[in-house]
């Protein structure tokens, strides 16, 4: 039975913890929560195993996927930082990984950058809308 997980990345932890009820509410899935973008990527590394395109057996990935709600502006690495990095990932991980991008931002460049990037499904305003998110995810077949 495939099982998804939904991986949330903020810096705020009012976001963190208010997103992740809406998110277990709605889905019934299981919301895994990130201080930060080192956190998140220490904690991927660790789940996924990725070593030759092969993913570790019995990882989020393997099992049915991640989706990925990942804020923007975060100290230290932010979200672009992020996606940097996942960008080096084999294509077999990002394959299962849905990532949505999460802003509260206004600025253009930053919107304009996040829309454009190849690896995110679609920016989504703070505060998280749950009916959007669920559009998301059907229209991107999770």
Do not use: C
Not at 108 to 137: N, T, Y
């Amino acid at each position: 039975m495939k099982t998804l997980e939904f991986w949330l990345v903020d810096d705020n932890e009012i976001d963190r913890v208010v997103n992740g009820r809406l998110i277990e509410a709605a889905f019934g899935a299981s919301v895994r929560m990130f201080k930060d973008g080192p956190a998140f990527l220490e904690a991927l590394s660790l789940d996924s195993g990725v070593e030759e395109d092969d993913l570790r057996e019995g990882s989020a990935l393997e099992l049915g996927g991640v989706v990925v709600l990942l804020d923007i502006k975060m100290p230290g690495v932010d979200g672009f930082g992020v996606l940097e990095r996942l960008e080096m990932y084999p294509t077999s991980a990002l394959s299962r990984m849905t990532v949505f991008m999460l802003s509260a931002t206004l600025d253009p460049d930053e919107l304009r950058r996040a829309e454009g990037h190849p690896i995110v499904e679609a920016l989504l305003p703070k505060p998280l809308d749950i009916h959007q998110l669920r559009g998301w995810m059907e229209q991107v077949g999770r």
